[in-house]
C-alpha cells in the first residue's frame, strides 16, 4: 500500500505553501463542484419561482412550486452525480484489474514499459530503469496506475460522496431565492429577488473563476447574465401565461 503523497513530504521546508499532489487537486474539484451546484440551485429555483411570480402573487402557490423545484432539482442532480461517477469509478477499476493481472503475468514486460514512460519523460535509461524498480519494489500497481493511467488506486471517487455533495450544494443555492421571494412583501418581491439572486451569482461566478483559475470579471458577468436572462424569459412566460389563463 502506498502512503498519502502528503505524509511523505517533509514537515518543514521552504515549499510548503506550494500545492502539493493529488489532496489539493482533490480538495479543489469538490469546492469547484460545490460552487457549481450551488450556482445550478440558484439559477433554475430562481427562474421557476420568478415564473410563478410571474402569474400570481399568492404566496403559497409560489412556496408550493419553489419546493418542489428545489427537491426535484436535488434529487435530479444526485442521481446524474451518483450515475457519472460510478461509471467512471467502475472503468477506473477495470483498468486497474487489467493492470493488477498484467503485472502477475509478464512482470518483466510491465518493468520495461514503466521504464519507457520514464524515459519518456525524459530520464536516462538507466535511471529510468532504476526508478522503475525502485517504484515496483515499492507498489507496483500504484506506479503503473498513476504513470499509465493517472489514477491514484487508493483515492477513487466515491458515488454516494459525489451524489451527497451536489443534492446539499444544489439545496443551498436553491434556498436563497426561494426564501428571499416568499419572505419579501408582494410589492417588493420581484426586485428584491432578482437584486439577491445576482449579487448571488456574482460570487459564485467569482467563486469558481478562483477556483479555476479563470478571469474572474469575465465569469462574473457571464454568471450574473446567464441568471438574468433565465428570470427575464421565465417571469416573462409567466406574466403571459398567467394572464392568459
Ligand atoms: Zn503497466
Do not use: C
Not at 429555483?45 to 426535484?72: C, E, N, P, Y
Not at 469558481?208 to 412566460?237: C, D, Q
Amino acid at each position: 500500500m502506498s502512503a498519502d503523497p502528503d505524509t511523505l513530504d517533509p514537515p518543514v521546508g521552504p515549499h510548503d505553501d506550494e500545492p502539493h499532489g493529488e489532496g489539493l487537486n482533490n480538495r479543489l474539484n469538490w469546492l469547484r463542484a460545490g460552487v457549481l451546484g450551488a450556482n445550478d440551485g440558484i439559477v433554475s429555483t430562481a427562474g421557476l419561482v420568478m415564473g410563478v411570480a410571474g402569474a400570481t402573487s399568492d404566496r403559497t402557490t409560489i412556496l408550493v412550486a419553489g419546493i418542489a423545484g428545489l427537491v426535484a432539482g436535488a434529487l435530479s442532480m444526485a442521481a446524474g452525480e451518483y450515475v457519472s461517477v460510478s461509471t467512471q469509478s467502475d472503468s477506473e477499476r477495470a483498468l486497474l484489474d487489467k493492470e493488477r493481472r498484467e503485472l502477475v503475468d509478464e512482470p518483466a514486460e510491465e518493468l520495461a514499459e514503466l521504464a519507457g514512460l520514464y524515459v519518456a519523460k525524459g530520464l536516462s535509461e538507466d535511471l529510468a530503469r532504476e526508478v522503475a524498480e525502485a517504484l515496483t519494489a515499492h507498489d507496483a500497481l500504484g506506479a503503473h496506475a498513476e504513470a499509465e493511467l493517472g489514477i491514484d488506486p487508493d483515492d477513487l471517487t466515491n458515488p454516494w460522496t459525489a451524489a451527497w455533495a451536489s443534492m446539499v450544494s444544489f439545496t443551498v443555492g436553491a434556498l436563497l431565492p426561494l426564501l428571499t421571494i416568499v419572505l419579501t412583501p408582494p410589492g417588493g418581491r420581484v426586485v428584491v429577488t432578482v437584486v439577491a439572486v445576482l449579487v448571488a451569482l456574482a460570487l459564485t461566478g467569482w467563486a469558481s473563476a478562483r477556483l479555476g483559475f479563470g478571469a474572474p470579471r469575465k465569469a462574473v458577468l457571464r454568471n450574473v447574465a446567464g441568471g438574468l436572462l433565465a428570470m427575464a424569459v421565465t417571469y416573462g412566460i409567466g406574466t403571459v401565461v398567467g394572464s392568459a389563463v
